[in-house]
């Protein structure tokens, strides 16, 4: 049953002529507990109920969205008693939009409803915030795949690259608060940190990996990365924000806050952070091309990242917006690592349609920008 609050809404963005009219994408997300108090945040068990109130099938990606509660991704926001937010120590994903699957999508046709239930006691650090009432708002930066395409059963995923877009529509959507009494205790992630293995350790992220031909790819992204950012980084200070590629990917936002992650990532010298060929948190398949544990900013690689080429393929052989640069994936994940970007999107078109405070908190855009002004300065 949907809240009373919901359906007046619903009905009043009907109403009014919103994107909620008939054939317009519309969605509604509704959160529900066993209990608004638990004594443990091994009680914390939330239930969302996704339905697709519009009169067309859609076809949305799980990733980071209250469809996902198989990966643990961020699908909430949570605030403490004080209003703060609980940190996030999940982890956070870079995905090859030419490699996903059906198992990385739901699809719902008119007037369908899909339950997802996420356990979430591993995936904050409520222990920070301590006891006291949590308000949980789900995840709703959906992004879909245009009906026509994903209704080609046989060819459903084919060039899907350039089908994806963010959902532009209102998702209507609920809050609940629940108390915790008393445990609070940090749970660690389902999975194991690998020992180190054969590698390489200097003054930078080690290289964990028992493939000798893997360990040096992934050296080499790294070495990439850091030349990418320091790359896009002078191009900023050269340039300036009046820019036409700057402003493409990041609107009105400072330079100096560009440049800072930028410059984060140039000079990232952390001998304690493991660039790993593992995948001890079973994340790889579906896209996955590689994710950042965000309690211990160590990065693990999935299989499809290793057919990625060198960034130098940007002048000949590949292009930026297929996003398939090894040194620009790991870009992507050190932004994660030490300036705790998000993924709110991915796709270099779906970037630039973000807003401005969007643009700077998501991973993608700074991949896809720093590869474009590789691409633009360097070929």
């Given at each position: 049953?949907?809240?009373?609050?919901?359906?007046?809404?619903?009905?009043?963005?009907?109403?009014?002529?919103?994107?909620?009219?008939?054939?317009?994408?519309?969605?509604?997300?509704?959160?529900?507990?066993?209990?608004t108090s638990v004594s443990s945040?091994?009680?914390?068990?939330?239930?969302?109920?996704?339905?697709?109130?519009?009169?067309?099938?859609?076809?949305?990606?799980?990733?980071?969205?209250?469809?996902?509660?198989?990966?643990?991704?961020?699908?909430?926001?949570?605030?403490?008693?004080?209003?703060?937010?609980?940190?996030?120590?999940?982890?956070?994903?870079s995905v090859s939009l030419a490699?996903?699957?059906?198992?990385?999508?739901?699809?719902?046709?008119?007037?369908?409803?899909?339950?997802?239930?996420?356990?979430?006691?591993?995936?904050?650090?409520?222990?920070?915030?301590?006891?006291?009432?949590?308000?949980?708002?789900?995840?709703?930066?959906?992004?879909?795949?245009?009906?026509?395409?994903?209704?080609?059963?046989?060819?459903?995923?084919?060039?899907?690259?350039?089908?994806?877009?963010?959902?532009?529509?209102?998702?209507?959507?609920?809050?609940?608060?629940?108390?915790?009494?008393?445990?609070?205790?940090?749970?660690?992630?389902?999975?194991?940190?690998?020992?180190?293995?054969?590698?390489?350790?200097?003054?930078?992220?080690?290289?964990?990996?028992?493939?000798?031909?893997?360990?040096?790819?992934?050296?080499?992204?790294?070495?990439?990365?850091?030349?990418?950012?320091?790359?896009?980084?002078?191009?900023?200070?050269?340039?300036?924000?009046?820019?036409?590629?700057?402003r493409a990917y990041w609107g009105?936002?400072?330079?100096?806050?560009?440049?800072?992650?930028?410059?984060?990532?140039?000079?990232?010298?952390?001998?304690?952070?493991?660039?790993?060929?593992?995948?001890?948190?079973?994340?790889?398949?579906?896209?996955?091309?590689?994710?950042?544990?965000?309690?211990?900013?160590?990065?693990?690689?999935?299989?499809?990242?290793?057919?990625?080429?060198?960034?130098?393929?940007?002048?000949?052989?590949?292009?930026?917006?297929?996003?398939?640069?090894?040194?620009?994936?790991?870009?992507?994940?050190?932004?994660?690592?030490?300036?705790?970007?998000?993924?709110?999107?991915?796709?270099?078109?779906?970037?630039?349609?973000?807003?401005?405070?969007?643009?700077?908190?998501?991973?993608?855009?700074?991949?896809?920008?720093?590869?474009?002004?590789?691409?633009?300065?360097?070929?």
């Amino acid at each position: 049953m949907y809240s009373p609050l919901l359906v007046l809404y619903l009905a009043a963005q009907l109403a009014l002529g919103s994107p909620l009219d008939p054939r317009a994408p519309a969605l509604s997300v509704e959160l529900s507990a066993p209990a608004t108090s638990v004594s443990s945040i091994e009680g914390l068990k939330i239930s969302a109920a996704i339905t697709n109130t519009g009169n067309e099938p859609i076809t949305l990606l799980n990733y980071n969205t209250v469809l996902d509660d198989k990966l643990p991704t961020r699908s909430f926001a949570i605030t403490g008693k004080d209003g703060k937010a609980v940190p996030f120590t999940g982890i956070k994903l870079s995905v090859s939009l030419a490699d996903v699957d059906e198992s990385s999508f739901t699809t719902l046709e008119a007037g369908q409803t899909v339950t997802t239930t996420h356990d979430i006691s591993a995936l904050y650090d409520f222990a920070s915030a301590g006891t006291g009432s949590f308000t949980f708002s789900p995840a709703i930066d959906f992004v879909t795949v245009d009906s026509a395409s994903a209704s080609k059963a046989s060819a459903k995923f084919v060039e899907r690259g350039r089908e994806f877009s963010r959902l532009e529509t209102v998702v209507a959507s609920n809050t609940i608060t629940i108390e915790v009494t008393s445990d609070v205790a940090k749970r660690d992630l389902e999975g194991r940190e690998p020992e180190a293995e054969a590698g390489t350790l200097q003054k930078r992220a080690r290289t964990t990996c028992s493939n000798a031909s893997q360990a040096s790819f992934i050296s080499s992204s790294y070495t990439e990365a850091k030349s990418l950012a320091s790359i896009a980084s002078s191009y900023v200070s050269s340039r300036g924000t009046s820019d036409s590629l700057y402003r493409a990917y990041w609107g009105s936002n400072t330079a100096s806050r560009v440049t800072s992650v930028l410059n984060g990532v140039a000079n990232e010298n952390s001998s304690s952070r493991t660039l790993s060929c593992t995948d001890p948190y079973r994340a790889c398949g579906g896209g996955v091309i590689a994710y950042t544990v965000t309690d211990t900013t160590n990065i693990y690689y999935c299989s499809i990242f290793f057919n990625e080429v060198a960034h130098s393929r940007l002048c000949s052989g590949t292009t930026v917006a297929s996003r398939n640069v090894r040194g620009g994936t790991t870009l992507h994940e050190i932004t994660h690592a030490i300036s705790n970007t998000d993924d709110v999107t991915y796709g270099c078109a779906a970037d630039q349609a973000l807003s401005d405070s969007r643009k700077i908190i998501n991973a993608d855009n700074y991949n896809c920008f720093a590869t474009q002004v590789y691409a633009n300065t360097q070929c």
